[in-house]
């Protein structure tokens, strides 16, 4: 069995500012690890992922996240915000054990402020 | 945009009727996967399909069913609709079969409105 906790609903941050996202997993197997970005009325879109490489994963548009074993967590980070982060981003993680079943956080709404 | 289409992008109906949403994937793609998107029970996997034939099952209700065609583009069909199957219907779809490396790419969605 596998589950993903987005730890926060809403994270408010200034532009400028870092942000801090975070994702706790649970997975009876080497999971697989993504973060996706959904901006109003789109589809989803990869931001980035772990799939048992480095540590440390860089993703687009600045985003990078930590994959931290002893700690089942995969917090996705932005040293600067940009008002055009503003969206809601989900955490997930997959069973590479299971033909991929992919289960998705509840999502974390990102605002931007001025 | 990420290659994935889907139809219609709006569909409103009423209780108790039948709709189809279709999906193609992107050129290349051998995977289909279908979610459901709402406020109350957030982003859930529904379907996956790979060349063909059904790859891995979610919370998929028995109301609902999934096919995929030999040219790879993808159906999902819900009957005996309800309030509360109103949502957002996504597509995704990937190279690979699934193992749990694949990047998901995904269409922009259908929304159900079921009144």
């Known amino acids: 069995a596998q589950s993903v906790t987005q730890l926060d609903s809403h994270v408010s941050v200034s532009e400028g500012t870092p942000v801090l996202l975070r994702c706790n997993y649970s997975s009876s197997y080497s999971p697989s690890l993504f973060w996706y970005v959904q901006h109003p009325n789109k589809g989803l879109q990869l931001l980035l992922k772990y799939t048992s490489a480095a540590t440390l994963v860089k993703g687009i548009n600045g985003f990078e996240a930590e994959f931290k074993k002893s700690e089942t967590s995969f917090h996705l980070t932005k040293p600067s915000a940009h008002m055009s982060d503003a969206a809601e981003y989900f955490c997930v993680v997959s069973d590479r054990t299971n033909a991929g079943k992919s289960t998705f956080g509840d999502g974390t709404t990102l605002t931007v402020k001025p | 945009d990420s290659g994935v289409t889907q139809t219609p992008k709006h569909l409103i109906t009423a209780t108790g009727q039948r709709v189809t949403l279709r999906c193609s994937p992107r050129?290349?793609?051998?995977?289909v996967y279908w979610y459901q998107q709402s406020l109350d029970q957030g982003l859930q996997f529904l379907i996956q399909y790979y060349n063909g034939e059904e790859r891995a099952k979610g919370n998929i209700l028995e109301r609902f069913s999934a096919q995929q065609f030999p040219d790879l583009h993808s159906e999902l069909n819900l009957s005996s609709l309800e309030l509360g199957d109103s949502a957002l219907y996504f597509c995704?779809?990937?190279?690979?079969?699934?193992?749990?490396?694949?990047?998901?790419?995904f269409g922009p969605g259908t929304r159900l409105t079921v009144l």
């Open positions: 995704a779809s990937s190279v690979g079969q699934g193992t749990g490396t694949d990047t998901q790419y």
């Open positions: 050129s290349g793609d051998l995977s």
